[in-house]
């Protein structure tokens, strides 16, 4: 773990960090993505026992970062597909989950990538994901949204939209990164809390989401732009 990386990450959560890498390691078998041969990732299945970490840690969360969710698998394709959006570039993949999305803008040639997630299974998943594809991403353990956007050249958003108080901080967080002149990139199959007012469809493809394995369904890659002037005018019209 280098020095950069300690900054982000409290002490006590460097052994269940360790911990989880080893579980994961030994109890989720690693393939290829659905739809994505290029990337092979650690992914639950039946026989993984997930429940023994549920059990150990009193602090452990849904654990989506040991399956394929829509928006990251749409917009890793993407990045693999048009390799220049990324290539020599910063890329910061915000709630990466299993690292899926920053794996590909690796693959895809990005200069440097920093995959920030505030569930440490999800950092130690990206972790390994990252180091079976042969990539280097930078996971860091810590809540980006609070605070000011960090150095980065492009933000890639995956499936952070499905509730609505989440989508309202994420939505004020990327307007902050506008602002800094930090593209965005976002991922979603269609979800309701989707800002799609502020949304641009760059691309469109028919991938399985969490809980559906055996079907697809169409997810969307989307630039996410600045208020047009009615908009502002209309927030100011409530303020």
Request: proline fraction near 7%; include cysteine.
């Amino acid at each position: 773990m280098t020095k950069k990386q300690d900054r982000y990450q409290p002490d006590h959560n460097h052994a269940k960090i360790a911990a989880a890498q080893n579980f994961i390691s030994a109890n989720l078998p690693i393939a290829p993505v659905p739809s994505i041969q290029e990337i092979r990732l650690h992914k639950a299945g039946p026989q993984s026992g997930l429940w023994r970490l549920a059990e150990q840690d009193q602090e452990f969360g849904s654990p989506y970062w040991a399956h394929h969710w829509g928006g990251g698998l749409v917009l890793a394709r993407y990045l693999l597909d048009q390799p220049e959006v990324v290539s020599g570039r910063r890329v910061l993949d915000l709630g990466a989950g299993s690292g899926i999305v920053g794996i590909a803008a690796a693959k895809a040639g990005a200069a440097e990538v920093i995959a920030a997630d505030v569930d440490p299974y999800a950092i130690a998943a990206t972790g390994l994901n990252a180091a079976i594809n042969g990539v280097t991403v930078l996971p860091i353990l810590t809540d980006l949204t609070t605070g000011e956007p960090p150095v980065t050249d492009i933000i890639c958003v995956g499936d952070l939209f499905y509730e609505a108080a989440l989508a309202q901080r994420m939505t004020a967080f990327l307007d902050r990164c506008l602002t800094r002149g930090i593209e965005v990139l976002i991922g979603d199959p269609w979800r309701a809390h989707l800002p799609q007012s502020r949304l641009r469809l760059l691309a469109e493809y028919a991938v399985p989401d969490f809980g559906a394995a055996t079907s697809s369904r169409p997810s969307g890659v989307f630039a996410f732009e600045s208020k047009t002037p009615r908009q502002c005018r209309g927030d100011e019209d409530q303020s």
